[in-house]
């Protein structure tokens, strides 16, 4: 199989080759062109071109139809009749030029006959600065040498070296960027006073030159081969006392160091002498990562630099922090007594920090008591709590690494939006470029206190809920009123900016919004909801999403318009500042159908319509459907009471519910002392039958009832059976509440005991039947005690009484006066009569059968 294949490749390659052979045999097989003196001429010389026919080789019929034809490249130089051709070329430029021969015959195409190549160059310049070195004891000779002009031919260098003991090397560089060779021998290190020389010579067709012989000794041309094994350790884990330390060749006398942090673009350059492999750096950095290199020299005088070695990286070791954080807080009010600190601090620079900050240490304390109340440690970059409002309070932050900490920065909690005289005026902001932002602003108006200096902070306003906004912040001094702020600043994002004045300990503070790109928004406010109150319309509408903000929005438009109508709509324009989600109207009328959409402006112009609302106010037409309804009832009702039957009934059913709405417990006198007491008596003595005298007295002297004595000669005296408050009176002269048909009804005797007497005057029991009616009411002596609310006790055995005839019920009563309260009667309703002077109890004493004054 692999014979085969070897005879088809060499078969392809006799193919190839023949095929080219035939092919520059078929150019020039109808002539030939000749160039003369040569084909290679120096630069500014002149070439005879010569080209003609070979017999039977041109064109059909007469040899004068022949024409032959001389180009340079595209370009026809001469032209001439005949077998023959002959010009002569001048000014040929550097480099290769071609020269071809073509015959025109009439009626047909030109035929190639043959052509020329024609090189022009230049003489090669003397070779200068030869400069031959050897890397370490065991590399090999390299000279390079500079060329000069280039020749724009074909030119060998060829570098020869001769040195002691007969040694003579030689060694050929061809082409025309040929400047470096090696020779390919090492130098002995025995001969390191001996004599070496140098010669390079450059020739080509058109002439040589050689270079002037260089001569240099072993130690010369030797370089110490690049130090390896670096590595640095550091004494007590300490960045002040470091050391260095490689491994190079045993010659080596001088030694070059170099070294740079690693963020760093410029180099420290040492140079140590007879350094044995070892040097002492003593003003590294802590916590810093460097970058190092050593290079070797075998002599101080003479001989070149070795390579650098291959760069070392290590990172020196921590130190304690110094500097102090800058420190900056945001306070809000919960409430009135409280409120919440949210502290922000700025990391410390690398070289304040000195190493990897491993937490923050943060201590709140009291101004007046100086003693820290919560000491707490985080490793975020803020820190929120909630303090007393009633107290001023200091707060103090430090940054903590392995080695110690750093310079605690305190600053004591006021409130920022303190003095009002102490606030920046007209603060405005404007963009500045793609991702930055100029603030400007007027000093306070305020005179006393000198500004300290200034504090810009902003942050975002649409930051992620649950989350602790950032905030960013610079400080400026008192004598400027602009900032030019640029951290963190993102495109259609917007910004609340607040800046600061600081005077002493006291602060005030103006707010701002910015952005520091915008442009319409993508999609307009959606209304949730609709609500009515008192008249008024109370939209309400979500939020924009943040995604769909393109900037500080500042402000809202409400627009509403009647239902499938062509009119324009009317609008309503809401600050930003005023409401972000809800605002109220008055303008709509009831009972008309409403469409409202609403849009959001942005500096940039006017969002699209957000979704539309369809509204029908109802308003006050609820006052006018219950109206008529509540005057046809309120007619029928006067219409029905203005009858006497109907008014009667409800007036006696009113004063029945009465009774059971005051369910008051009565306390019952037949416990008292003096029911006791006249128990006794009653045994021991009889009372007479016209007086009933009884001698027990309250502890207190009772308040005086005031009866009105009332005198009615024409009627007799009459109780209404219906209600027990109402004053009974019996006797000559003293008449109750009576009827019209009161003079019909008959007579009608019945004894009853004294006890009685409490049940007409003061008992709330259940109303008596018309059937049988109270009995006149029984007189005591002036002597008995009323109760506290004028009651008389309903557990008396018996009483000597005169009863007055009683006549019969009626079927139907009309009383006088009726009382239309439903609500209970703290005291017994004195007796009233129509007449004469107010009678008082103690000039009252009653009897069995009458009053008696």
Same mark, same amino acid.
């Given at each position: 199989?692999?014979?085969?294949?070897?005879?088809?490749? %060499?078969?392809?390659?006799?193919?190839?080759?023949?095929?080219?052979?035939?092919?520059?045999?078929?150019?020039?097989?109808?002539?030939?062109?000749?160039?003369?003196?040569?084909?290679?001429?120096?630069?500014?010389?002149?070439?005879?071109?010569?080209?003609?026919?070979?017999?039977?080789?041109?064109?059909?019929?007469?040899?004068?139809?022949?024409?032959?034809?001389?180009?340079?490249?595209?370009?026809?130089?001469?032209?001439?009749?005949?077998?023959?051709? +002959?010009?002569?070329?001048?000014?040929?430029?550097?480099?290769?030029?071609?020269?071809?021969?073509?015959?025109?015959?009439?009626?047909?195409?030109?035929?190639?006959?043959?052509?020329?190549?024609?090189?022009?160059?230049?003489?090669?310049?003397?070779?200068?600065?030869?400069?031959?070195?050897?890397?370490?004891?065991?590399?090999?000779?390299?000279?390079?040498?500079?060329?000069?002009?280039?020749?724009?031919?074909?030119?060998?260098?060829?570098?020869?070296?001769?040195?002691?003991?007969?040694?003579?090397?030689?060694?050929?560089?061809?082409?025309?960027?040929?400047?470096?060779?090696?020779?390919?021998?090492?130098?002995?290190?025995?001969?390191?006073?001996?004599?070496?020389?140098?010669?390079?010579?450059?020739?080509?067709?058109?002439?040589? =030159?050689?270079?002037?012989?260089?001569?240099?000794?072993?130690?010369?041309?030797?370089?110490?081969?690049?130090?390896?094994?670096?590595?640095?350790?550091?004494?007590?884990?300490?960045?002040?006392?470091?050391?260095?330390?490689?491994?190079?060749?045993?010659?080596?006398?001088?030694?070059?160091?170099?070294?740079?942090?690693?963020?760093?673009?410029?180099?420290?350059?040492?140079?140590?002498? +007879?350094?044995?492999?070892?040097?002492?750096?003593?003003?590294?950095?802590?916590?810093?990562?460097?970058?190092?290199?050593?290079?070797?020299?075998?002599?101080?005088?003479?001989?070149?630099?070795?390579?650098? =070695?291959?760069? %070392?990286?290590?990172?020196?070791?921590?130190?304690?922090?110094?500097?102090?954080?800058?420190?900056?807080?945001?306070?809000?009010?919960?409430?009135?007594?409280?409120?919440?600190?949210?502290?922000?601090?700025?990391?410390?620079?690398?070289?304040?920090?000195?190493?990897?900050?491993?937490?923050?240490?943060?201590?709140?304390?009291?101004?007046?008591?100086?003693?820290?109340? %919560?000491?707490?440690?985080?490793?975020?970059?803020?820190?929120?709590?909630?303090?007393?409002?009633?107290?001023?309070?200091?707060?103090?932050?430090?940054?903590?690494?392995?080695?110690?900490?750093?310079?605690?920065?305190?600053?004591?909690?006021?409130?920022?939006?303190?003095?009002?005289?102490?606030?920046?005026?007209?603060?405005?902001?404007?963009?500045?470029? $793609?991702?930055?932002?100029?603030?400007?602003?007027?000093?306070?108006?305020?005179?006393?206190?000198?500004?300290?200096?200034?504090?810009?902070?902003?942050?975002?306003?649409?930051?992620?809920?649950?989350?602790?906004?950032?905030?960013?912040?610079?400080?400026?001094?008192?004598?400027?009123?602009?900032?030019?702020?640029?951290?963190?600043?993102?495109?259609?994002?917007?910004?609340?900016?607040?800046?600061?004045?600081?005077?002493?300990?006291?602060?005030?503070?103006?707010?701002?919004?910015?952005? =520091?790109?915008?442009?319409?928004?993508?999609?307009?406010?959606?209304?949730?909801?609709?609500?009515?109150?008192?008249?008024?319309?109370?939209?309400?509408?979500?939020?924009?999403?943040?995604?769909?903000?393109?900037?500080?929005?500042?402000?809202?438009?409400?627009?509403?318009?009647?239902?499938?109508?062509?009119?324009?709509?009317?609008?309503?324009?809401?600050?930003?500042?005023?409401?972000?989600?809800?605002?109220?109207?008055?303008?709509?009328?009831?009972?008309?159908?409403?469409?409202?959409?609403?849009?959001?402006?942005?500096?940039?112009?006017?969002?699209?319509?957000?979704?539309?609302?369809?509204?029908?106010?109802?308003?006050?037409?609820?006052?006018?459907?219950?109206?008529?309804?509540?005057?046809?009832?309120?007619?029928?009702?006067?219409?029905?009471?203005?009858?006497?039957?109907?008014?009667?009934?409800?007036?006696?059913?009113?004063?029945? %519910?009465?009774?059971?709405?005051? =369910?008051?417990?009565?306390?019952?006198?037949?416990?008292?002392?003096?029911?006791?007491?006249?128990?006794?008596?009653?045994?021991?003595?009889?009372?007479?039958?016209?007086?009933?005298?009884?001698?027990?007295?309250?502890?207190?002297?009772?308040?005086?009832?005031?009866?009105?004595?009332?005198?009615?000669?024409?009627?007799?005296?009459?109780?209404?059976?219906?209600?027990?408050?109402?004053?009974?009176?019996?006797?000559?002269?003293?008449?109750?509440?009576?009827?019209? $048909? $009161?003079?019909?009804?008959?007579?009608?005797?019945?004894?009853?005991?004294?006890?009685?007497?409490?049940?007409?005057?003061?008992?709330?029991?259940?109303?008596?039947?018309?059937?049988?009616?109270?009995?006149?009411?029984?007189?005591?002596?002036?002597?008995?005690?009323?109760?506290?609310?004028?009651?008389?006790?309903?557990?008396?055995?018996?009483?000597?009484?005169?009863?007055?005839?009683?006549?019969?019920?009626?079927?139907?009563?009309?009383?006088?006066?009726?009382?239309?309260?439903?609500?209970?009667? +703290?005291?017994?309703?004195?007796?009233?009569?129509?007449?004469?002077?107010?009678?008082?109890?103690?000039?009252?004493?009653?009897?069995?059968?009458?009053?008696?004054?």
């Amino acid at each position: 199989m692999a014979h085969p294949a070897r005879a088809c490749a %060499l078969a392809f390659v006799c193919t190839v080759t023949c095929l080219s052979i035939k092919g520059e045999i078929d150019v020039c097989k109808k002539g030939g062109v000749t160039v003369k003196p040569s084909h290679v001429i120096s630069l500014g010389s002149a070439v005879n071109i010569s080209c003609s026919l070979k017999p039977k080789q041109g064109c059909a019929g007469s040899s004068r139809s022949n024409r032959l034809i001389l180009y340079k490249f595209n370009r026809t130089v001469h032209v001439q009749p005949g077998p023959s051709l +002959s010009a002569q070329v001048s000014g040929l430029p550097l480099g290769t030029t071609m020269f071809r021969c073509n015959l025109a015959c009439s009626g047909s195409e030109e035929t190639r006959i043959c052509g020329a190549e024609i090189f022009v160059g230049v003489v090669p310049e003397q070779p200068q600065n030869i400069s031959c070195t050897q890397n370490g004891e065991r590399g090999t000779v390299v000279c390079s040498w500079n060329q000069g002009r280039d020749t724009h031919l074909y030119t060998i260098y060829l570098l020869q070296l001769e040195g002691p003991k007969n040694l003579t090397l030689q060694k050929e560089c061809k082409g025309h960027y040929c400047n470096k060779s090696d020779l390919g021998i090492s130098l002995p290190p025995e001969s390191i006073e001996s004599n070496y020389t140098a010669k390079v010579t450059a020739s080509n067709k058109l002439g040589r =030159s050689s270079s002037f012989p260089s001569t240099f000794t072993f130690l010369e041309i030797v370089r110490p081969l690049p130090p390896w094994d670096i590595r640095i350790t550091f004494a007590n884990t300490s960045v002040r006392r470091c050391t260095l330390h490689w491994r190079d060749d045993g010659m080596v006398t001088l030694n070059r160091l170099k070294y740079r942090p690693t963020n760093s673009g410029s180099w420290t350059l040492v140079n140590a002498t +007879s350094a044995k492999g070892r040097h002492d750096l003593l003003d590294l950095k802590p916590y810093t990562e460097y970058e190092f290199q050593i290079s070797s020299k075998f002599h101080l005088q003479t001989g070149s630099w070795g390579d650098w =070695s291959e760069a %070392l990286r290590a990172q020196t070791p921590e130190e304690e922090p110094i500097g102090m954080l800058d420190v900056w807080y945001v306070n809000e009010h919960i409430g009135h007594e409280r409120q919440q600190i949210s502290l922000f601090w700025k990391n410390l620079s690398v070289s304040e920090a000195r190493g990897k900050i491993l937490h923050y240490q943060v201590t709140l304390q009291e101004v007046a008591g100086g003693k820290a109340t %919560l000491q707490n440690t985080t490793k975020q970059n803020s820190w929120t709590w909630v303090i007393p409002r009633t107290e001023r309070w200091a707060m103090t932050v430090s940054a903590v690494n392995s080695k110690g900490s750093s310079l605690p920065t305190r600053i004591n909690i006021t409130n920022l939006c303190g003095p009002e005289l102490l606030a920046p005026r007209r603060v405005s902001v404007h963009s500045e470029g $793609e991702n930055s932002m100029v603030v400007t602003w007027e000093s306070p108006q305020s005179t006393g206190a000198a500004v300290q200096e200034y504090v810009v902070a902003w942050r975002d306003l649409h930051s992620a809920r649950g989350t602790q906004p950032h905030l960013d912040w610079l400080r400026s001094p008192a004598y400027n009123t602009s900032a030019l702020i640029s951290e963190n600043i993102k495109h259609y994002i917007c910004y609340e900016i607040r800046v600061c004045a600081l005077s002493g300990d006291q602060t005030g503070c103006s707010f701002v919004r910015g952005d =520091s790109k915008h442009k319409a928004l993508r999609s307009g406010p959606h209304i949730n909801g609709i609500t009515e109150q008192k008249g008024m319309v109370l939209i309400s509408w979500n939020r924009i999403p943040v995604k769909e903000q393109m900037g500080c929005i500042w402000s809202y438009r409400i627009y509403w318009k009647k239902q499938d109508s062509d009119s324009q709509p009317q609008l309503c324009e809401i600050p930003y500042e005023v409401s972000q989600n809800s605002h109220a109207i008055n303008s709509l009328q009831p009972r008309v159908a409403y469409v409202l959409w609403m849009t959001a402006l942005t500096a940039a112009g006017e969002s699209p319509r957000g979704s539309e609302w369809e509204l029908n106010l109802q308003g006050k037409t609820h006052w006018n459907v219950f109206l008529a309804p509540s005057i046809c009832l309120a007619v029928i009702l006067v219409g029905v009471f203005s009858m006497r039957y109907i008014r009667q009934k409800v007036f006696v059913l009113l004063m029945t %519910l009465r009774q059971h709405w005051n =369910s008051k417990g009565i306390p019952d006198p037949a416990n008292s002392s003096w029911a006791k007491k006249y128990l006794i008596s009653e045994e021991k003595m009889q009372l007479p039958s016209d007086r009933l005298l009884i001698a027990g007295h309250s502890p207190e002297e009772p308040e005086t009832l005031v009866i009105n004595e009332v005198i009615h000669q024409e009627a007799p005296a009459f109780t209404h059976p219906h209600h027990p408050n109402w004053p009974v009176q019996s006797g000559p002269g003293v008449q109750g509440p009576y009827t019209a $048909e $009161e003079d019909l009804a008959p007579p009608r005797a019945e004894t009853r005991q004294p006890g009685d007497l409490y049940k007409v005057l003061g008992g709330r029991g259940p109303v008596t039947d018309l059937g049988n009616p109270v009995s006149p009411l029984t007189v005591l002596p002036v002597d008995y005690p009323p109760t506290q609310e004028g009651y008389l006790p309903s557990n008396i055995g018996y009483l000597p009484s005169h009863e007055a005839p009683v006549p019969e019920p009626l079927e139907e009563l009309e009383p006088q006066h009726i009382s239309l309260s439903i609500f209970p009667s +703290s005291s017994l309703h004195p007796l009233s009569f129509s007449c004469g002077e107010k009678l008082t109890l103690d000039r009252l004493k009653m009897g069995c059968g009458s009053l008696m004054l």
